[in-house]
């Protein structure tokens, strides 16, 4: 396993990837390695332990889940030029060559080469956040020592390398690749061993995959038992087949499985995701195997369109309609271009493909043989508005299809329609200049066929159709555009359209962000803008002498104060510094950021450096460093009114983004500092925006423009959870700010009250979002929108939801991103990153109590029955929800729980909210409840549904200490 560092290690990290699932089950680490240049994350956290080619500039420190579980790959015994540390190393020290990977040996009993290989080669990836290390080519020095002595100076060097590892790093995780030899004297610094080519093998040389002789073969079973046996490590075999042979890859995992060992089988180039003990035993990994191995389901959708390269991914359709309904499903989204697709086997990566192409390909010919290559591996595909491509006799019977030519110009009516499917948010309205003749075969159903309305004519069509392969809705009859009101709508119901072409199985425990604990998420969160404006009406309550001129902050500070709610709070630097357009007040409105930060329900965020309105064109801008953006004297011009004018300031992503959160932390009371970045203007931010949030250490939110209201009722105006960009994730906000609702502030200034329609129309009768009162600092400055906000929220308080701060959000939505799903016989278990603590399952279905792991409770919701989980692992199988449970358990709460604990009589938990806290309980009529050791009584009204609800006293309302509840039922 040499490779150059990026092959490699793309290689290693898949090979370890599918021994999650197996592993896992048994108690060893879960543990994947990837060394392409592009590191899955999303697909990757879920494992115990990551290895990553650090070369490829992956950042362990942005990642969301726990950074300790990546690990770098680093090469022992061989180093190659591409090695920045390469150029130090004295020639003296290199005393062989590999050919295979055009790699220098490295004399390992060099006295200088365990402090070199520390100092230049570990101690740079431990400061980028790297917690462990895979040691490759620990037997190279074989290639350059001939004789007993000489090998054995080689591994008495190998111990002082891998021990000065140790002894700075301590709690360093270590892999070794192979190094049998040394294990008497380093097996208890090991966290796992790997070797390769137990069954299959892949020659570098010849770049051909070969089958390992049986004399190999007992060799290595022979190690891996003297590792197992009598070191208690853990052993993992990394086999190779083709990419395109997925059967060889199962089979030949299936048989490591047997063996006892890891399975890891991947292609020669490690490149693409392989297969292992998760997905060992059937013939597709959707399959919904109930006896074997746990089996991971995928759950990640690719989206292909074709947008042109200046657009934004935000305001592609792939975003705007397709992402929403596949997030509630429970899948995340990945896009690329038709003009460059991904060309390995995706079956093991993806769970299905959705096209939407509105206009051919750049090369036809070429997204005809991918697509029919995707078909034909297996892969479920949806067709969205066109098929991109003609529809000549061959393909069309390659897809179960026939072609209706001559329609151009004929009218056309609707002979039959599935209702369930079709006719969702408008009636079909078919457009003789818009429409595709096609019809589909005897293998396909039908959701929509259209004849013709001319008399003589016999025409007929299916516009949309679920087929062998998938399932297509053309234009105009996904998505019906009206560009003259701004406005779409679904003619596709977009859910039932998605699970019946994609095939995605009905039972699948579908995370879900909205919730926790049973209770819709409510947070709030203020962008900086208008920080500076004055008040325009006396703000009561104020510090400020009342002579003194009020601003808009000194009326919002009343608000925060007033209802107590969790807020997150942010200013723009270029507002409050000194070196802004307002620096005669700027000292006093850092005094009123100051009082806000101060507040104990406040969070803090950045709002940017000079507020950017338009980021595709400042970052253009910037890139082109063209002459308009500068002035003659030098300084920056204003980007044409596209930020505030901080003069001698060009635009720097690095400045606006890390440098305004640094700014701000200045202004924070002890013990806060910035833990979000707001996104400012049009929000269409490139991914090295996202990549900067990530390394100042701060999550990032806005964007998206979610406005359904009753004006205009359709699933189109909702947004998705966000967007991948290049891996790095957008995290969207909920919903829209109080502009939408005030004509862009023009008025009426009471209309955020309207914001009451978005909330119940993305409640029910389908939860798709958190609650989210979402405004400007320039709401502030009027009366009406002052009293608006205090309206809105006063409805807020009365319901049960669970408040929580916008980076306990952002945390939720990445997690998602990361959670893993499998089967494991009748029981689902759930992987993730502790910070998403839901899952939804269909109306009708509940976890069992008596089996579940990791489960405190459930509640029937909208849409489908949530699952409260208590931490990073579940396991548990589903019942009839009507069945009755016959231990107690969380109905809701309205606060985080920890330390859950069932016991013979009852349970135990933790719950610290952000409020006053309160819970319900479902099963526990004969029980005494008690918090902090004080008896509790039912309170008055509750026991609703055989539910009783609770409300431990607060011991002041600044106190989040969590209160620790006991339920004891019986003797």
Known sequence: MRATALAWFSAFAAMLLPWCAGAAASGAPSIALFYGAKVPAAQLSAFDAVVVEPDSGFDPRAQSTDASRWLAYVSVGEVTSSRSYYRKIPPSWLVGGNAAWQSHVVDQSAPGWPRFFVDEVIAPLWDKGYRGFFLDTLDSYQLAAHSDDARARQQAGLVAVIRAIKTRYPEARLIFNRGFELMPQVHDLAYAVAFESLYRGWNQARKQYVAVPQADRDWLLAQAKTLREQYGLPVLAIDYCAPADRRCARETAAKISADGLIPYVTDGALSTVGVGAANALGDAPQQNARTGAPHALARTILVVQNVPASTNLNVTPGVRYVSMPLNYLGYRVEFADASKLPAAPLDARYAGIVVWLDGPPPDAGAFRAWLLAQIGNGMHVAMLTSFGMNLDDALAARLDLKPVRGLAGKRLQVESIDDAMMGFEMKPRPDPRDTTGVRAGPHSRSLLRLVSADPGNDYAIDAAAITPWGGYALRPFAVFDMPMAN??????????????????????????????????????????????????YPVDGGAINSKAPQYSGDALYEVIREFGLPTTVSVIEGEVSDDGPYRSIAPRLREIARRMFALPNVEMASHTYTH???????????????????????SRANYNGLSIDIPGYRYDTAREIGGSIGYIDRLAPPGKRVKVLLLSGDCQVPASVIQAADAAGVYNMNGGDTLITKRDPTWSAIAPLGVNKDGYFQVFAPNQNEEAYTQLWQGPYYGYTRVLETFEMTGTPIRFKPVDVYYHMFSGTKFASVEALKQVYGRLLAEPLMPVYASEYAQKVLDFERMSIEQDGDFWRVHGGGALRTVRLPPGRAPELASAEGVAGYLAG?????????????????????????????????????????????????????????????????????????????????????????????????????????VACGT
């Open 612 to 634: 950017p309105l338009q980021w595709m064109r400042v970052t253009g801008l910037a890139a082109q460093n063209s002459e308009d953006t500068t002035t003659e004297g030098g």
């Open 862 to 966: 909208p849409g489908g029955v949530y699952v409260h989980l208590t931490g990073t692992d579940a396991r548990f199988r589903t019942v009839d929800a009507a069945r009755a449970q016959s231990l107690p358990y969380l109905a809701d709460a309205n606060g985080a729980i920890s330390r859950f604990t069932r016991t013979a009589n009852g349970l135990s938990f933790d719950l610290a909210s952000h409020v006053a806290p309160r819970f319900s309980l479902a099963g526990a009529r004969a029980c005494r409840v008690s918090a902090d050791g004080r008896a509790l009584s039912a309170t008055p009204g509750s026991g609703r549904q055989a539910r009783a609800e609770y409300a431990p006293p607060r011991r002041s309302s600044a106190d989040t200490n969590p209160v620790h509840v006991d």
């Open 487 to 536: 406005q779409a709508r679904w003619v596709v119901q977009p859910i039932r359209f998605f699970k019946a072409a994609l095939r995605l199985p009905d039972d699948m425990p579908a995370p879900d962000p909205s919730t926790e604990n049973g209770r819709r998420l409510l947070m709030t969160h203020i962008d900086g803008d208008g920080l500076a404006s004055r008040a325009e």
